[in-house]
Structure formats: structure tokens, C-alpha cells
């Protein structure tokens, strides 16, 4: 292992290099590396014609992240779980087809990593069938430039199988905490561990480098060989880091709480104001089951843990992120991926394990756009690609979902008090549409598999069924045809439609212990 600067970092990668960055969002994204990367290219136009590859998605709307990558003729092929928080710049380039761009599960990408690691040909799966995934739609090509096909519809014993074949890594960009003068890193104060170890071995074992950001360097033997999670032997290079580009999160700094250094007192989290967000992950509590193994996506159902904080039921509840994180309460908006007073956090690749072999009692997860087959978009709007992150493992194999957004989007304003719903002003964009421009989650196939699946809105809930939507609950305060059925550009199944709670459009509810042990 050899401590370099960071300006050292650019003529170490070659013109037409494949990279795999470590990091999610900006929690354990290697900034400074890809910061000096950049600054390179400014000053020499090399490295060019880059290749990158991410499990999920790098960066904000800020300075950090895949901005670094966004120079015409630096890079041509960016393959990614998720583009949403990759910025403007980039998300420009892959709107115009300035690059190609790619858009995969983000649990297949991360085990594509350990598959890369130890010299397999990919990544056999059912992950992704019939969605946009699927190379009989559109094989997770985001844009006219993306031409190659990365992912394979094949049969094996009989079956049905999407099969994601292993890229070459030339470099890898991964981020630590400490390391030692051997070059063994531990991931201390980052908040989730990821796959930086699989994409280190994916380097080694392809032939490339591994270059490491960490905080600071200790001396040799200091470090608990357990708190060692990247060994010495898979490191070439250290770089330490600016504290400004080591942040723990997209909000946060650093807080000891969101990598399990202290736990926290439930109640100091304050709850949410009372809104069309909190009715809707009230309603949404109510499809918890008590000690039922349970995922949360981001938005809004990142809010049902404060619900059930308030309410007192947090402690009967067992939650999950995709991250790797299980127990605790999952944090909302820019530390989302992490959790306050979790019980366990491991590999993201062993999470998505758990996840695609059927771990999952229940997960509940956003909507954007919903059509009458019950198929979902949230990864692609008005030719826009935001990508699916962990969404479509997720929906694959969980045995019950629960989608979760608002009835309609786009300036619609709302009152909610005394246990009545009342809209001001509709909003301009209607979600329920005759189809979706991007099928994320396949409906079809999921009433097939036998799947059970609840849409939950501020005014309206639904259920599918196999012959469609099936509308089975209105709000207080809220006309059928004048606020539901006006609003969708399909009739759902209308048989016998019932009020929601009138507790959840009051300030103080109290229903959800009643909901949830009968």
C-alpha cells in the first residue's frame, strides 16, 4: 500500500477506463478521489472515455458525485442502480444521449461486485423480469446512445432468467475511515458498510487498482483485526481526505447516532406535521404487522417510523433498508439509508440476499405513476431517467406491498383537520394513468405470483386483484366522482368502497395499536 495526494489519483487511470465507485448517495462516497479526478481532467483532458459503474446513485444535486464525470469526451458509458441524485449535469448528459447510460437493479449490481470478485460470468437472477429491466422492453437502456446489451434474457432448467454479465474493473473508488500502515481499512463512522470490500476484490481480481479514501492513518497494529472490513492485501493506494469531502451523509457531517456509536431516545425525534404525508403513512402504518420483517423506501414511507414512534408502537416493529441496516428508525431525507439505534447493520449485498430469497414479509415503497394492471413507475418521467435503486428486488419477492404517494402531483394543496380531507387546489399532474411510462414493478405478474398489493393515498386506497384495481377506500370529506374517479384516467374495480379512519385526519390519532393487535 502506498499513501499518495490527491493530485496523484489522475495519471494512475487510463484513457477508456472502467471504474466502480463505492458510496451511496454521498454516505461512503470517496469525494475527494473523484474531486482530484476531475481537476485532472480540467487541466490535462485525461483520463477520457470513461466507464463508470455504482450500485446506486453517486453524488447530490450539489458538488459531489457523478458531477465530477459530467465533461464532454471524459466519460462515455455510466451504469448505475439509481440516476436521481446523480445532479443536474449528469442527468443533462444522459437525458441528451451525450453518454450511454444504463440502469439495473441496485441488489443485482451489488452482486454483480461479488461475482466480478471471484471471476464468475455474472449475475444469474429473476430480479427484473418483466420490467424495464427485461431486454424484451428495455433492457434497462435509459437513452438512444446506451446500444449495447448488457443484460440477457436466457432459460435455465426450464425457467425464465435475466443474466447481467461481469464487467472488467480497471479501478476502483472506495472510502474508509482509518487505515493502518499496511493499508487495512475499517468503516468506523460510515453509516453502512455497502460493498466496498466486493468492489476492491472485483478490482484485484480483474487485474486493476484500488485506491482508498480514508479520514487518517494509524500506525501498524493498532487497528482490532474485526473492525478491519477491507484488508491490506486489496489496497494500492490511500488518499486522506478533506473533513469537507468525507461527510457522512448528504445533511450530516458526522453524528455518532447514524453508525450505532450511541443510541438515542425515541422520543426525542419529533413527529411529523400534520399533512396529506402524515395520512398517508398513518394509513400506510396500518398494513404493519407486528414483528413482520419489513423494508421502507424512501419519501414517504420513511415517515411511518415516526408514526409509529408516536403512537408507542415503535419497539413492536422490525425494519429494514435495502442499505443493510435492520432494527432502529430508519432516517428521513438526506440521511436516508441510515438509521438511529439500529440493531444490525451488514454488507448490502447480504441485505438484497436476504431480500430476493423471500426475507421480506412486507415492504413499503413510493409511487409516481400507477396504470389499471397495477403497474408501478417510479424510474423514468417525461423521457427523465431517475432509475429504480432497490425498488424492483424489493418488489420481486416480497410477499406483501404497499405503495405509497399522492393521489395527484403538482401544486395540489390540501387541508387536513377535525377527521376530514379537503382539497383547495387539484394538482396538475394525475398518477393514476392509462399506463405507465416505465413499468418498474410489473402488476400482471405480480397477481400472478400471487402477491398481495395495497396502494395508499391521502384519499383513496386501492387493492389489486386479478382482473385490475380494485378502489377500496375513500377519505372523509372527499366526494367519489368529484375527487377520486374524475382525477384517474381509468375506472378502477368499484364494488364496495368504505371510509378510511377518521383518526388519521386528526391531530392526535391513536388507532394504530387498535389496527395493528385487533
Not at 444521449?97 to 429473476?126: M, W
Request: with cysteine; aromatic share 6%; hydrophobic share 40%.
Amino acid at each position: 500500500m502506498k499513501v499518495i495526494r490527491p493530485a496523484d489519483i489522475g495519471p494512475l487511470i487510463p484513457d477508456n477506463a472502467t471504474l466502480f465507485l463505492g458510496g451511496l448517495a454521498v454516505t461512503s462516497l470517496p469525494e475527494e478521489l473523484l474531486l482530484a479526478l476531475e481537476q485532472h481532467f480540467l487541466a490535462t483532458g485525461h483520463p477520457r472515455q470513461l466507464s463508470t459503474w455504482a450500485c446506486g446513485a453517486i453524488g447530490n444535486s450539489g458538488d459531489a458525485g457523478m458531477k465530477h464525470f459530467a465533461h464532454a469526451g471524459m466519460t462515455r458509458r455510466v451504469v448505475a442502480g439509481h440516476f436521481g441524485q446523480t445532479g443536474p449535469e449528469m442527468m443533462k448528459m444522459v437525458f441528451n444521449g451525450d453518454v450511454e447510460a444504463y440502469n439495473f437493479p441496485q441488489g443485482s449490481l451489488s452482486h454483480l461486485t461479488r461475482q466480478i470478485a471471484c471471476r464468475a460470468p455474472g449475475v444469474l437472477t429473476k430480479v427484473g423480469l418483466c420490467t424495464f429491466v427485461d431486454p424484451r422492453l428495455e433492457g434497462g437502456k435509459m437513452n438512444s446512445a446506451s446500444t449495447e446489451d448488457l443484460v440477457r434474457l436466457v432459460e435455465f432448467d426450464g425457467e425464465e432468467w435475466l443474466y447481467y454479465k461481469a464487467p472488467k474493473i480497471d479501478v476502483a473508488l472506495i472510502r474508509g475511515t482509518l487505515a493502518d500502515e499496511h493499508g487495512n481499512i475499517t468503516l468506523d463512522k460510515e453509516g453502512v458498510i455497502l460493498e466496498q470490500l466486493s468492489i476492491a476484490q472485483a478490482a484485484r481480481a480483474s487485474g486493476g487498482i484500488v485506491i482508498c479514501q480514508v479520514e487518517r492513518i494509524v500506525k501498524a497494529g493498532t487497528l482490532h483485526p474485526k473492525a478491519v472490513k477491507i484488508p491490506g492485501v486489496v489496497i494500492d493506494y490511500v488518499v486522506v481526505s478533506q473533513p469537507q469531502h468525507h461527510k457522512q451523509t448528504i445533511a450530516t457531517q458526522f453524528d455518532p447516532a447514524l453508525c450505532g456509536d450511541i443510541r438515542v431516545p425515541t422520543d426525542s425525534l419529533a413527529p411529523m406535521a400534520l399533512d396529506e404525508r402524515k395520512v398517508i403513512a398513518r394509513r400506510a402504518a396500518m398494513e404493519l404487522k407486528p414483528g413482520a420483517i419489513t423494508n421502507l423506501g424512501i419519501g414517504i414511507p420513511a415517515g411511518i417510523p415516526s408514526v409509529a414512534a408516536e403512537e408507542g408502537m415503535a419497539d413492536a416493529l422490525t425494519l429494514s433498508i435495502e442499505s443493510g441496516v435492520t432494527g432502529g428508525i430508519p432516517a428521513q431525507l438526506g440521511d436516508f439509508g441510515l438509521a438511529y439505534n439500529a440493531e444490525a447493520i451488514i454488507e448490502q449485498s447480504f441485505q438484497f440476499d436476504f431480500y430476493d430469497g423471500g426475507g421480506l414479509d412486507a415492504s413499503f415503497l413510493g409511487l409516481a405513476q400507477v396504470d389499471a394492471a397495477g403497474n408501478v413507475n417510479v424510474s423514468k418521467f417525461n423521457g427523465r431517467p431517475v432509475g429504480c435503486g432497490g425498488f424492483v428486488n424489493i418488489t420481486r419477492s416480497t410477499k406483501r406491498l404497499v405503495f405509497c404517494g399522492s393521489f395527484t402531483a403538482g401544486g395540489l394543496a390540501l387541508r387536513v383537520g377535525n377527521g376530514e380531507l379537503h382539497i383547495d387546489t387539484e394538482g396538475r399532474s394525475r398518477k393514476f394513468v392509462q399506463q405507465v411510462e416505465q413499468i418498474t414493478f410489473n402488476g400482471r405478474d405480480a397477481a400472478l405470483r400471487g402477491q398481495e398489493v395495497v396502494f395508499v393515498t391521502e384519499r383513496a386506497v386501492f387493492h389489486l386483484r386479478a382482473d385490475g384495481l380494485e378502489l377500496t377506500e375513500i377519505a372523509p370529506g372527499v366526494n367519489l366522482e368529484r375527487d377520486v374517479l374524475a382525477h384517474m384516467d381509468f375506472r378502477p374495480i368499484v364494488r364496495d368502497v368504505k371510509r378510511m379512519d377518521t383518526g388519521l385526519f386528526s391531530e392526535r390519532w391513536g388507532g394504530l395499536r387498535a389496527a395493528l393487535c385487533g
